[in-house]
C-alpha cells in the first residue's frame, strides 16, 4: 500500500519550454505532497509543501512563479517548470505523507533534461 | 537550526562484509529518525526507522543504532551485497511530522 506514482520518469524539453510534472497516490488520499529537487551527487532538497485546495508552501530560495504547484485533489499534485532553462536540469521528486502515519512514500522522480 | 549531516560521502565495501553508515544530527529535540535507499534514476525507499525512546532496532539485515547522548545514528547491513549499492541518507522530519530533512547521503559501493 502507500504507493506513490510519478510521471514522467523522464523529459527533455527546449529551453524556454514549459514542463509538467504529475504525482499521484494510487491507494490513498494524501493531503500533503511534497516536492523535492536533487543535482547530481547531491542529497534532495524540499522545494515546496502542496496542500489540497490550497496554495504551495515554498522554501527560500526557490520562486514560487517558476515552479508552479497545483494540488486540485487528494491523489494528484502537479508540478509545472516554467520557462525551463539548462540550469533547471535535474532529479525532481514528489512525495506523500500517508494520513494518520507517519511514513513519507516517493515517487519515482523525473529526470528533466533542458537543451 | 535543524540539520542532518553524514560523514562519509562513499564506502567501499566487499560482498559479504558488514557495512556501517553513519549520521549525525544537531537537534537535540529530534524523536524519529528514518533511513532510505535510493538506487541510482529512482526514488528513495524506505528501510527502517527508530524512535529517540530506543536505542536499536533490528530489520532484515539491517540494524539502525541511535546515541543521544552524542546525537549519532548509524545504519548497519550485514552480509552486504551487490544490490545494497545504493545512496543512503537519513532523515528527519519536523517537528510538526509535515516535513522531512535529508542528510547529505553515503554512496555505499559493494564489489564482488
Known amino acids: 500500500g502507500a504507493v506513490v506514482s510519478q510521471h514522467p520518469s523522464r523529459v527533455i524539453c527546449k529551453s524556454g519550454t514549459s514542463v509538467k510534472i504529475e504525482c499521484r497516490s494510487l491507494?490513498?488520499?494524501?493531503?500533503?505532497m511534497f516536492w523535492y529537487r536533487q543535482f547530481p551527487k547531491q542529497s534532495l532538497m524540499l522545494m515546496a509543501t502542496?496542500?489540497?485546495?490550497?496554495?504551495?508552501?515554498?522554501e527560500q530560495g526557490v520562486e514560487k512563479d517558476k515552479f508552479l504547484i497545483n494540488h486540485a485533489s487528494l491523489t494528484l499534485s502537479t508540478l509545472t517548470v516554467t520557462s525551463a532553462h539548462p540550469e533547471d536540469s535535474s532529479f525532481y521528486i514528489c512525495s506523500a505523507r500517508v494520513h494518520g502515519n507517519y511514513g513519507y512514500t516517493f515517487g519515482s522522480g523525473t529526470r528533466l533534461t533542458v537543451v | 537550526g535543524e540539520s542532518v549531516g553524514l560523514h562519509l560521502p562513499t564506502l567501499s565495501v566487499q560482498e559479504g562484509d558488514n557495512s556501517i553508515i553513519n549520521c549525525a544530527y544537531s537537534?537535540?529535540?529530534?524523536?524519529?529518525f528514518i533511513w532510505y535507499k535510493q538506487e541510482s534514476g529512482k526514488g528513495p525507499q524506505f528501510i527502517i526507522d527508530i524512535r529517540s525512546n530506543m536505542d536499536k532496532r533490528q530489520g532484515q539485515r539491517v540494524t539502525v543504532l541511535l546515541n543521544k547522548t552524542v546525537k549519532h545514528l548509524s545504519l548497519q547491513i550485514a552480509a552486504t551485497q551487490p544490490g545494497d549499492s545504493a545512496v543512503y541518507f537519513c532523515?528527519?522530519?519536523?517537528?510538526?511530522?509535515?516535513?522531512?530533512?535529508f542528510g547529505k547521503g553515503t554512496m555505499l559501493l559493494v564489489s564482488p
Open positions: 491507494d490513498f488520499q494524501a493531503t500533503t
Open positions: 532523515a528527519e522530519p519536523n517537528s510538526g511530522y509535515s516535513t522531512l530533512t
Open positions: 537537534n537535540s529535540a529530534s524523536d524519529y
Open positions: 502542496s496542500n489540497e485546495g490550497s496554495k504551495a508552501t515554498y
